[in-house]
């Protein structure tokens, strides 16, 4: 069985027994370090910004995504957001841990005022109220009962 990863997951692996064990997973040729392909990253991106998970996410995040999608391969792994955007984008997934049971699209919400947000603002701070910004799962709109 074949791994696949990217420079800058590999780059995000700092525990030093963790590296060292991927750094000789890479030399025996189990996994391949690639980088995915700007329109996969692009696409990828789109996604994630319509989830609202963009902002929640890393570059190594994104790009083992584009991966991914490019491979049309499995992905491993139990972060939530990635499972999430995994979903959306039809891939697989396995975890470890007990993995997502739906999709959930997200917003920024600010708790003083309610004003909602498609990116995170500067700070986290909401620029009409001064209040925090929240990451809060969006509601499914209702059907309006006809009369």
Do not use: H
């Not at 209040?131 to 059907?143: E, F």
């Amino acid at each position: 069985m074949e791994g696949y990863t990217t420079p800058k997951v590999v780059e995000e692996v700092r525990d030093p027994s963790s590296r060292l064990f991927l750094e000789g997973l890479i030399s025996a040729g189990k996994v391949k370090v690639f980088v995915p392909s700007k329109e996969s990253v692009d696409f990828v991106r789109a996604k994630a910004m319509e989830t609202g998970e963009l902002d929640e996410l890393s570059e190594a995040d994104i790009e083992i995504l584009a991966l991914a999608y490019e491979f049309k391969a499995t992905l491993f792994t139990d972060d939530y957001n990635l499972q999430n955007i995994a979903k959306t984008l039809g891939l697989e997934f396995k975890t470890l841990k007990k993995g997502i049971k739906k999709v959930i699209k997200w917003r920024y919400v600010c708790i003083g005022c309610g004003k909602k947000f498609e990116r995170y603002p500067p700070e986290g701070i909401c620029p009409d109220c001064g209040s925090r910004v929240k990451l809060i799962p969006r509601r499914k709109k209702r059907k309006k009962k006809r009369e």
